[in-house]
């Protein structure tokens, strides 16, 4: 059995960022003349976002989440984008970059995950990577194929990760909504057999994997939020644990059971 590719934790986008705090930093990212990557700027934005009272309840910000986003951004802006004269003849001939806000093209390749063709600029994506069976924020659809079976498959870009790390996905079987992490007031909505997106923490990586959720201990809240403990079980190894709330995330389109 070949071995799981590594991904590091320190390679891995916080995306717990709210709408206004992305906003922000897209904006120092073109205004700012201090280095946005050094310690210092990083730990003076990660203090202003966790002191925000749009981010009561919210875990705090760390400076490292902050400086890994801006690592992130900078590398996509200066990576160059594949040739299209390289394209293999079995991929779709539609252009190479093809970003989640661009319309009718991410469309086409997407029509596999329902009757109704989403709108790309208002939804976000993740996808499975073969490689770990892991699930990852997709950054981008780069092109689209259909294989001799009908099935279609698109090329994704991950977040966080360069063009070393492209994979073709399987478009119904690996490509999904978005997953929501759960507020610690949305305790109640987690019930036995719910299928869940769970952070696997190992003291080497943190990959987001599916999982099942198998007992609950419900506990009283206090400061900090929510005190219940979930057993679940994670789907690509049959593998338990006891996890907080801050842990997992709804899939959309899943009903609780």
Same mark, same amino acid.
């Given at each position: 059995?070949?071995?799981?590719?590594?991904?590091?934790?320190?390679?891995?986008?916080?995306?717990?960022?709210?709408?206004?705090?992305?906003?922000?930093?897209?904006?120092?990212?073109?205004?700012?003349?201090?280095?946005?990557?050094?310690?210092?700027?990083?730990?003076?934005?990660?203090?202003?976002?966790?002191?925000?009272? $749009?981010?009561?309840?919210?875990?705090?910000?760390?400076?490292?989440?902050?400086?890994?986003?801006?690592? $992130?951004?900078?590398?996509?802006?200066?990576?160059? $984008?594949?040739?299209?004269?390289?394209?293999?003849?079995?991929?779709?001939?539609?252009?190479?970059?093809?970003?989640?806000?661009?319309?009718?093209?991410?469309?086409?390749?997407?029509?596999?995950?329902?009757?109704?063709?989403? *709108?790309?600029?208002?939804?976000?994506?993740?996808?499975?990577?073969?490689?770990?069976?892991?699930? +990852?924020?997709?950054?981008?659809?780069?092109?689209?194929?259909?294989?001799?079976?009908?099935? $279609?498959?698109?090329?994704?870009?991950?977040?966080?990760?360069?063009?070393?790390?492209?994979?073709?996905?399987?478009?119904?079987?690996?490509?999904?909504?978005?997953?929501?992490?759960?507020?610690?007031?949305?305790?109640?909505?987690?019930?036995?057999? *719910?299928?869940?997106?769970?952070?696997?923490?190992?003291?080497?990586?943190?990959? +987001? +994997?599916?999982?099942?959720?198998?007992?609950?201990?419900?506990?009283?809240? *206090?400061?900090?939020?929510?005190?219940?403990?979930?057993?679940?079980? +994670?789907?690509?190894?049959?593998?338990?644990?006891?996890?907080?709330?801050?842990?997992?995330?709804?899939?959309?389109?899943?009903?609780?059971?």
């Amino acid at each position: 059995m070949d071995r799981l590719r590594p991904r590091q934790r320190e390679r891995l986008v916080f995306s717990g960022f709210t709408k206004a705090e992305i906003e922000k930093m897209e904006k120092l990212l073109v205004e700012s003349t201090e280095p946005i990557q050094s310690k210092e700027f990083c730990q003076k934005i990660a203090r202003s976002f966790s002191a925000s009272s $749009a981010r009561a309840g919210k875990p705090i910000v760390k400076w490292t989440e902050v400086q890994s986003w801006f690592a $992130a951004r900078q590398k996509e802006s200066t990576s160059k $984008a594949p040739s299209f004269t390289d394209t293999p003849k079995d991929q779709s001939p539609i252009p190479e970059t093809c970003p989640l806000h661009n319309g009718h093209q991410g469309s086409q390749s997407l029509r596999g995950m329902g009757g109704k063709i989403p *709108d790309l600029s208002e939804l976000k994506f993740e996808a499975k990577s073969s490689k770990d069976g892991a699930w +990852y924020d997709v950054d981008m659809f780069l092109t689209h194929r259909f294989l001799s079976s009908g099935e $279609a498959e698109v090329r994704v870009r991950f977040v966080g990760f360069g063009a070393e790390d492209d994979e073709w996905v399987n478009v119904k079987k690996a490509v999904r909504e978005r997953s929501i992490p759960f507020e610690h007031s949305e305790c109640n909505k987690v019930t036995i057999g *719910d299928l869940v997106l769970c952070l696997q923490e190992r003291r080497d990586q943190s990959i +987001y +994997y599916d999982a099942h959720v198998v007992k609950i201990e419900r506990k009283t809240h *206090d400061i900090r939020g929510c005190r219940c403990l979930f057993l679940i079980r +994670y789907n690509h190894d049959n593998s338990e644990e006891r996890v907080r709330l801050r842990r997992l995330c709804h899939i959309p389109g899943q009903q609780s059971r």
